[in-house]
Each structure stands twice: as structure tokens, then as C-alpha cells.
């Protein structure tokens, strides 16, 4: 998956990753409509080590972007990091990135590093779930 052009490819992509990915265990990823151009995504992906990745975004397919998302990976009741889109612009360290970053431990709510992966151009899932299968393989 390398483009948001298409909502019917990117839903069937999203319901579609329990068995594309080998490291994840079950989706409850959902994708709702909102209007003509514009869908939702919401659900959690489980993964076979115990992690979880809660996904919320907002699409826009008629200009092939990602309006908002918010991405936390959990493993049993523990938050172990964030990313968000959310504005800091009093934090010279995340400008390459901007608004693109990732809350890490051990402030997770201040503590904020880049996230060059993450974009609003294109899907951001496949690298998320390579990042959690590299922790299982860890």
C-alpha cells in the first residue's frame, strides 16, 4: 500500500492485514464513511507478541491525504509510546518532522523525538506494523 488515491483499495487493504502481515493476530479496524471523499478509521490491530496498535485517522481520498491521526501502541495496560500530529512549535527538535512526532517514555507526554517515517501523503500503517514485528523479533 503506497498511495491514499483510492478508498475502496485502502479499505480492502486495511481489512486485509490479519493476513498480509504474519505478525499480527487479529484486526478490529473498521473504515466509515463520513462524506463523498472523506473516511474514518478506527480499531486496534493485536499482534501475536501481545502488542497492540490503536489506530484513529481521517482520510481524505480526493486529495490523497491524511486529514488527523492518532496512533498509540500498547502492550497489556501499558502505553509504551504515541505518535501524533499534534503542533510544537516551540520544539526546535521536532522542525524536520513537523507535525510529525513520536512520545516516548520516560516523560511520555513530554518527551518527543521526529517521526520522518510518518506523512500525510501516504499510509503510515505499514510502517507501524514493521516497527511492532521488529519488537517481536527483538
Known amino acids: ?4 488515491l483510492s478508498r475502496p483499495d485502502y479499505e480492502r487493504w486495511l481489512y486485509a492485514i490479519p493476513e498480509t502481515y504474519t505478525s499480527v493476530r487479529s484486526s478490529t479496524l473498521r473504515f466509515f464513511t463520513t462524506s463523498a471523499s472523506v ?13 497492540e ?4 485517522e481521517v482520510v481524505d481520498f480526493a486529495f490523497g491525504e491524511i486529514l488527523d491521526y ?16 499534534q503542533s510544537h ?4 527538535t521536532l522542525a524536520g518532522t513537523y507535525p510529525h512526532h513520536k512520545h516516548t517514555p520516560s516523560d511520555i507526554k513530554r518527551h518527543r523525538v521526529p ?4 506523512s500525510f501523503s501516504k499510509p503510515n500503517l ?13
Open 1 to 4: 500500500m503506497t498511495d491514499l
Open 39 to 51: 473516511g474514518a478509521v478506527e480499531g486496534t490491530v493485536y499482534f501475536h507478541n501481545g502488542h
Open 115 to 118: 517521526a520522518p517515517e510518518l
Open 89 to 92: 512549535p516551540d520544539d526546535p
Open 126 to 138: 505499514p510502517f507501524l506494523i514493521q516497527e511492532i514485528k521488529q519488537l517481536l523479533d527483538s
Open 70 to 85: 492518532g496512533y498509540e501502541v500498547w502492550q497489556g495496560c501499558e502505553k509504551l509510546y504515541w505518535y501524533d500530529p
Open 53 to 56: 496498535l490503536r489506530v484513529s
